[in-house]
């Protein structure tokens, strides 16, 4: 079936007639959203597959949050008063969600290498399905590692103080910076014509990592460099996951989180899309 006859959508036979075939534009917005809910399942298939990105995305950071207990817990707890893990989950969840970007931006690279999106281009896809898709699986894989984490902070000891509520904001919480920072990653790889690039943005996650509060109370911290550390996007996400858990404020640190998010996405949105449709065009 050609492309042509593919966008056209064929009316009811009229007896004594010819039938009448109304043209479907190919960027339909009707079409949009089964294609991307189709895009999204083949990517989530792919990943699901591979035991490389299954061991990096959810044993790695279960096994990370394990060992961060075993060190950090008890030190923690004698400064705060409480429990690591209520900095230490919300820590994992976001690093494993932000190093599953990479997989990503990597996986975009081999597609275009081997021309799969160019072939995905001349097919009768909305331009804007695979874009949205690879977004959308991201926001998934960040959904499950956040499961498997807490589930993993539960058996340690983590609780949720606040109610069922909170509990379930609190899952979706690292989706919204990660999405955005994916969306950061995945720009770069696609102006990048060596996997470097999107490989050496480990170097920020290892510092927006490190540089949190995940690990040790803010005041724990260097005079000069608490406000670096209290006002980065980690440490707001952090914040509030431990709002919602356990105690402290919500509202303030969820803005500053969705306001670091929507300020990546709005500096990204436009190379993203022209660097996907240069990358889909190729060859």
Request: glycine share 8%; with cysteine.
């Amino acid at each position: 079936m050609t492309a042509t006859q593919a966008s056209r959508a064929e009316a009811p036979y009229r007896p004594g007639g010819r039938h009448r075939v109304a043209r479907v534009w190919e960027n339909s917005p009707r079409r949009l959203v089964p294609q991307v809910l189709v895009l999204t399942a083949r990517i989530l298939r792919r990943w699901s597959r591979d035991p490389a990105t299954l061991v990096q995305s959810l044993v790695m950071p279960a096994g990370f949050l394990a060992a961060l207990d075993i060190v950090l817990g008890d030190v923690i707890e004698k400064v705060t008063g409480h429990s690591g893990l209520y900095g230490q989950v919300p820590l994992v969840a976001l690093v494993g969600g932000m190093t599953g970007a990479i997989i990503g931006a990597v996986n975009v690279m081999r597609e275009r290498e081997v021309g799969l999106l160019s072939r995905f281009w001349v097919v009768p896809v909305h331009r804007a399905a695979g874009l949205l898709a690879r977004l959308l699986a991201d926001f998934v894989r960040i959904l499950v590692i956040t499961l498997a984490v807490m589930c993993v902070g539960l058996a340690l000891g983590m609780r949720f103080e606040q109610g069922l509520l909170a509990a379930v904001v609190w899952v979706f919480v690292p989706s919204l910076f990660v999405v955005a920072l994916s969306a950061a990653v995945l720009t770069l790889a696609l102006f990048s014509q060596s996997t470097i690039v999107p490989q050496a943005t480990e170097i920020v996650i290892a510092l927006l990592m490190f540089f949190s509060i995940g690990f040790v109370p803010l005041d724990q911290y260097p005079d000069w460099l608490q406000p670096i550390v209290e006002h980065q996007p980690v440490s707001y996400t952090i914040e509030a996951m431990r709002g919602l858990s356990l105690e402290g404020p919500i509202a303030e640190p969820l803005l500053f989180t969705a306001l670091w998010s929507f300020g990546i996405f709005a500096v990204c949105a436009v190379p993203l899309a022209i660097g996907y449709r240069k990358a889909s065009r190729r060859g």
